[in-house]
């Protein structure tokens, strides 16, 4: 399968994926990606198209926070219900006393009520007769949606509603608090029995998820030791590369000091950042389409490719994230006026609602 | 808008949410915030007192003003808060280091002390915490802000809110502050406006006591931010809130990336545009150029048509001479031109 979104087609001629993949009994929750890596979904399926298919096994996300809004939760939220819906370990870390309380408010995947709909758009088409040259664009788009069956790769998420008990059920659901931990080393340990114990998984590869919160958090007595939150995500990302595991780090910016902030972002595979929107801001209801659905602004800045040298190139790098009927996640493109000219921004340091002590920003 | 905040603060958080935290941030330019806090904490009193708010209690912890001066703040109001029961404080004023009484433990971090009070509270209440640079004088960072967001999760606590300087810590502090609670209120200092005749006699010292600017960011359960702006007037040791009168403040439109091309053009670049000469006869400004057309000798036109010919010659390198050919053409002729291809 080739994403059209992030390739631009050089002749007719595509990578026919589908022959590979089937001759490997298909994992539920996992996928072939290019390149010879598997992929796992994010549990937002606009995600995972932007980030080519879903994230890489043994990548590192990280995720940049705005201290005033709550959306990389939401991130997290998602993609822990998918592993859980996948029925892949989880490990889940946080600042907060107890941890277990977040797994309560994880989204239950949506009632397939839309997906009903969309079985009937395909078989009216087939009364089209299509050529065989466009062939190839449908099978892609309808392919990818259902399956059929109840195990798809990513699931839309009813942000509404809990997920259900017996998701819980499963033996390999951690959650340690941060907080208690008076250095990182303790945690660095569980995290990789965690992975160990993944691996071994009967030979079978189920791919684990990682999910740490608010790395940085102030509540933690580590968080001003820089130099130790460092060495521990760097060697967090060499044992996640060695196992079938993803890892997604979230931490906010503004409560480290800048050069640790850029170097956290280096170690990153995938890079994503959050920011707030301000609230019936005129302006920008003028500039966006949109506006008043808009929650926040999720913008890519690295996407994560292994096994090659070719850099993912997006067509866009911001998308603005709204909650449908105030239940799933959707990220769209941004519609907006051109505004005076500028060059592109470094990772995400430009703009932030709420850094006062950067020129250009807000005036707060 | 400090009447939203009160409110907000006295209607608390809901079911399962942290309690609202509200941060009140002044500087030594502007330091108005102690007044800022002693309104609200008024506020609240009469909420409380008269039965308006869902919690039932004031705790006070006081850091750097002694608790007598509480005492005689909402008396002032109106609120006789030595018998009552619903006013509390925990003073840490007198002795923060508690010297008297523990004299075993070096360096007693206030938390502690703070702490097993926490626990000990029966009724619903709302916390203020006045002075909070004085806790981080004495406590790190990082026990201030879980001892905070403990307080904010602990069920029997409606709200809380505090007071920081924030030039007296690093920046990190500050920012770990703003971070754990969900609304901040920023007291900056409101520039002199050099048009209105009263504050003219007004020295800047004495306009930033007794004048300033009120920023308010709130964090919305749905990740908007909302900011509101008051000024604010200290007259008699009260403190009035007024609307802003905004001069039209330009809000960059730095959070969407910017687009390379641009559509619009700035002023200077209309003027600029408005003033080319374009290579017609007809300007589109109502007049007729006249272009040297070399039939009329150049002292007849040398009136008229100066400005116009320097657009055909350069500067003093050679002459362009320009013969009309439309003069030739008969304005009514059917001919086709054609007609005279040998096709």
């Given amino acids: 399968m080739v994403m059209a979104a992030n390739k631009p087609r050089s002749g007719s001629f595509s990578r026919n994926f589908g022959a590979a993949s089937s001759s490997v009994p298909s994992i539920p929750g996992l996928k072939h990606g290019p390149n010879g890596t598997m992929l796992l979904s994010s549990g937002i399926p606009d995600l995972d198209k932007i980030l080519g298919g879903g994230l890489a096994l043994g990548s590192l996300v990280v995720v940049t926070e705005d201290p005033e809004a709550p959306h990389h939760m939401l991130l997290l939220r998602n993609f822990m219900s998918q592993g859980l819906v996948h029925r892949q370990p989880l490990i889940y870390a946080s600042p907060a006393s107890d941890p277990r309380g977040f797994l309560g408010t994880l989204p239950s995947p949506m009632v397939s009520k839309d997906e009903k709909s969309r079985v009937h758009e395909t078989e009216q088409e087939k009364g089209l007769r299509i050529a065989w040259q466009y062939k190839k664009y449908i099978g892609e788009h309808t392919s990818e949606s259902h399956r059929g069956g109840k195990s798809e790769y990513c699931n839309d998420f009813d942000l509404r509603k809990p997920l259900e008990r017996h998701f819980f059920s499963g033996k390999q659901i951690d959650c340690v608090s941060l907080k208690e931990s008076a250095d990182l080393g303790a945690f660095h340990e569980r995290c990789s029995s965690f992975l160990s114990q993944a691996n071994q998984n009967n030979g079978n590869i189920t791919g684990g998820r990682i999910a740490i919160q608010s790395l940085c958090s102030p509540q933690c007595e580590y968080s001003n030791r820089e130099w130790e939150m460092l060495s521990f995500v760097r060697s967090l990302k060499s044992v996640v590369r060695l196992s079938n595991a993803v890892a997604v780090v979230t931490f906010s910016p503004s409560l480290v000091s800048t050069t640790f902030s850029i170097r956290l972002q280096h170690l990153a595979d995938t890079l994503v950042s959050v920011k707030a929107i301000p609230d019936e801001d005129k302006e920008l209801a003028k500039l966006l389409t949109g506006y008043q659905d808009m929650v926040g602004l999720l913008s890519v800045h690295k996407v994560a490719r292994f096994n090659t040298q070719v850099p993912a190139i997006l067509e866009t790098t911001t998308f603005s994230m709204k909650l449908q009927k105030r239940r799933s996640l959707v990220l769209e493109c941004i519609n907006q006026a051109p505004v005076d000219g500028a060059t592109g921004s470094s990772y995400g340091s430009s703009g932030s609602c709420s850094g006062s002590s950067k020129t250009g920003s807000f005036d707060f | ?343």
């Fill in chain 2, 1 to 343: 808008m400090a009447e939203w905040i009160c409110r907000t603060l006295r209607d608390g958080g809901l079911e399962g949410e942290h309690a609202p935290a509200l941060t009140i941030n002044d500087t030594i330019t502007c330091s108005l915030g102690s007044f800022v806090f002693d309104h609200i904490l008024s506020q609240l009193s009469s909420f409380i007192h008269s039965q308006k708010s869902q919690s039932s209690g004031i705790v006070l912890v006081a850091f750097s003003r002694s608790p007598l001066y509480y005492e005689q703040l909402l008396k002032s109001k109106g609120y006789n808060v030595s018998a009552s029961t619903w006013f509390k404080v925990l003073d840490c004023y007198t002795d923060p280091l508690g010297w008297k009484s523990k004299l075993a433990n070096s360096g007693i971090i206030a938390n502690d002390s703070l702490g097993s009070s926490v626990t000990a509270k029966l009724c619903k209440n709302v916390k203020d915490l006045d002075e909070v640079s004085e806790m981080l004088r004495h406590a790190s960072v990082s026990s201030v802000a879980s001892l905070l967001s403990e307080l904010r999760s602990h069920g029997q606590v409606s709200s809380l809110f505090w007071l920081i300087h924030s030039d007296l810590h690093e920046t990190r502090a500050t920012a770990a502050l703003e971070y754990i609670s969900s609304m901040k209120a920023t007291v900056i200092v409101q520039p002199m406006d050099g048009l209105r005749g009263n504050s003219a006699c007004l020295s800047l010292m004495e306009n930033n006591l007794k004048r300033g600017k009120f920023n308010v960011h709130v964090k919305r359960r749905n990740g908007r931010v909302k900011t509101m702006v008051e000024e604010l007037y200290v007259e008699n040791s009260t403190i009035n809130f007024a609307p802003f009168s905004t001069e039209g403040e330009v809000i960059s439109q730095s959070l969407v990336p910017k687009v390379q091309f641009n559509l619009q053009l700035s002023e200077k670049e209309q003027n600029d545009r408005a003033k080319v000469i374009l290579p017609f006869e007809h300007q589109g400004d109502g007049k007729n150029i006249q272009i040297y057309d070399g039939r009329k000798s150049l002292n007849e036109s040398k009136g008229d048509s100066e400005q116009t010919c320097l657009e055909k010659e350069d500067s003093g390198r050679g002459e362009i001479i320009y013969f009309r050919d439309s003069d030739d053409e008969m304005p009514d002729s059917d001919e086709d031109p054609d007609d005279d291809l040998d096709i």
